[in-house]
């Protein structure tokens, strides 16, 4: 009889540490309402950036993606960033200062199109 209770609490209480671990981390990584508005203007600004526009001329961009990670522990405004994707490399666009008022790139990675074709235009 007790061995049911024992088991009904282990199971309650991993079910609680999994569900809240799980909205810790997927909020880490989320950006909310206010995150998406300041990450619209971010991205605006990289638009606008004299390395975009370098970058524009000399590569084919295929998407931008902005992104906010709040688990490597910068401060506000640099868990925010802005990537560029393009056939060669993806770069990484982030704020230059604490105003955010000119963003640069900040770091380069892995494109997926150097070995697969956009999306789109999607296929009938």
Not at 44 to 66: M, N, R, W
Not at 74 to 89: I, K, L, R
Request: hydrophobic residues 40%.
């Amino acid at each position: 009889m007790k061995k049911w209770r024992i088991w009904l609490l282990v199971g309650s209480l991993l079910l609680n540490v999994y569900l809240i671990g799980k909205g810790v981390w997927v909020g880490q990584s989320t950006p909310n309402e206010e995150d998406r508005i300041m990450l619209g203007e971010m991205t605006a600004l990289v638009a606008a950036s004299a390395d975009y526009q370098k970058l524009a001329e000399t590569e084919q961009v295929f998407a931008v993606k902005p992104g906010v990670d709040r688990n490597k522990g910068g401060a506000y405004p640099y868990h925010y960033g802005v990537v560029v994707e393009t056939e060669q490399q993806s770069y990484i666009f982030s704020c230059t200062d604490s105003a955010c008022g000119k963003m640069e790139i900040a770091g380069t990675m892995y494109s997926r199109y150097s070995e697969e074709k956009p999306m789109l235009p999607l296929e009938q």
